[in-house]
């Protein structure tokens, strides 16, 4: 039988014929995709609110926080396929099934105290061969995707053959939208985090007067998803959040948010490093580990690492 030309490629028939991954591992990601097209309805149904209860970080948890986790949850079991998970929602490692292929890290939901503002949000997540992603390298990675919930909910994924963007259509299917994303060397646009950290952090000063000095772009959110999105997508650009006497080590943690990110941007041509090592070979100790993070286009990342030493 002849099989019909492609009009349209889906999530699913692209991690089949073009990413060509197991297909235990294209299950995992498509029911990853499944649960975020529930949180992306959450966010436009839910009441905005707090939830009165706290995360492991002592951060209050909206409403929306405990739903995605519990969203992305019930996916992770129904499909048998992951043994454990990592979520910035729970304190401990989640124990599922002690068999199965596949272990997950996840924020559900990045950026969660935009909500109230109407900004745009996300989640993230990583995925590992094996039983524990404790002792692990965010280079050992298999999959990582993020899904930014913006005027438009767009999916965006790599197995390791490139970066490749997805738009959720009014059927509910990720549609491809753009292949291989790339990010050039030199950035124009900067996206500097936690600059309570610039008194302490001399050298992340210098980093902000060149910024300033050089007439570059600012282009900052306050959610990672969004922020780093935008590099990915205008194929240049800058992105940190680096430590300081509130967050010695940043405020953004390894497993769950810089692990999938780094992956990410390695496959897209850019880099990621906490400024002394990359991202990719730093070893995953604890859930709740954080690290400094600067990621993006290769010279600019190279230049700020040189005014931090
Ligand atoms: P979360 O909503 O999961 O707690 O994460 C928010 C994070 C990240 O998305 C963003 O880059 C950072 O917090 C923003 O930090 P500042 O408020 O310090 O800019
Ligand atoms: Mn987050
Ligand atoms: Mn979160």
């Given at each position: ?79 048998h396929l992951v043994s454990t998970y990592v979520s910035e929602e729970q304190k401990e490692v989640i124990e599922l099934e002690a068999n199965a ?16 503002a109407n900004f745009a949000i996300g989640s993230i997540f990583g995925v590992y061969e094996g039983n524990t992603v404790l002792g692990r390298k ?56 936690n600059l309570r950290a610039l008194d302490e952090n001399p050298g992340y000063r210098k980093a902000m007067d060149r910024w300033l000095t050089e ?95």
């Amino acid at each position: 039988m002849k099989i019909p030309a492609r009009t349209r490629s889906s999530l699913n028939r692209h991690l089949f014929d073009d990413a060509q991954v197991p297909d235990a591992l294209r299950h995992l990601l498509v029911d990853i995709s499944r649960a975020a097209k529930y949180i992306s309805y959450a966010i436009q149904t839910t009441e905005a609110g707090l939830a009165g209860a706290v995360n492991q970080f002592g951060e209050e948890q909206q409403k929306l926080d405990v739903l995605s986790d519990d969203i992305v949850r019930e996916f992770l079991c129904e499909n048998h396929l992951v043994s454990t998970y990592v979520s910035e929602e729970q304190k401990e490692v989640i124990e599922l099934e002690a068999n199965a292929p596949y272990s997950v890290v996840f924020d559900p939901l990045d950026g969660s105290s935009l909500i109230e503002a109407n900004f745009a949000i996300g989640s993230i997540f990583g995925v590992y061969e094996g039983n524990t992603v404790l002792g692990r390298k965010p280079k050992e990675q298999v999959g990582a995707l993020y899904v930014l919930y913006g005027p438009r909910t767009v999916l965006v994924y790599t197995t390791g053959k490139g970066v490749h963007m997805f738009i959720l259509n009014d059927v509910g299917e990720f549609i491809l939208l753009e292949e291989n994303m790339g990010v050039a060397d030199d950035a124009k646009n900067y996206s500097p985090g936690n600059l309570r950290a610039l008194d302490e952090n001399p050298g992340y000063r210098k980093a902000m007067d060149r910024w300033l000095t050089e007439h570059m772009t600012l282009r900052y959110s306050g959610c990672m998803v969004a922020d780093i999105h935008h590099i990915l997508s205008k194929g240049q650009g800058v992105f940190t959040n680096v430590g300081g006497s509130k967050y010695p080590e940043g405020k953004l943690r390894l497993p769950f948010e810089c692990g999938p990110f780094a992956f990410l941007m390695e496959q897209a041509g850019g880099t990621a490093t906490d400024g002394t090592q990359p991202i990719m070979e730093k070893t995953i100790q604890s859930v709740d580990q954080r690290t400094p993070l600067i990621i993006g286009s290769k010279n600019e990342v190279e230049r700020i690492v040189a005014m931090m030493q």
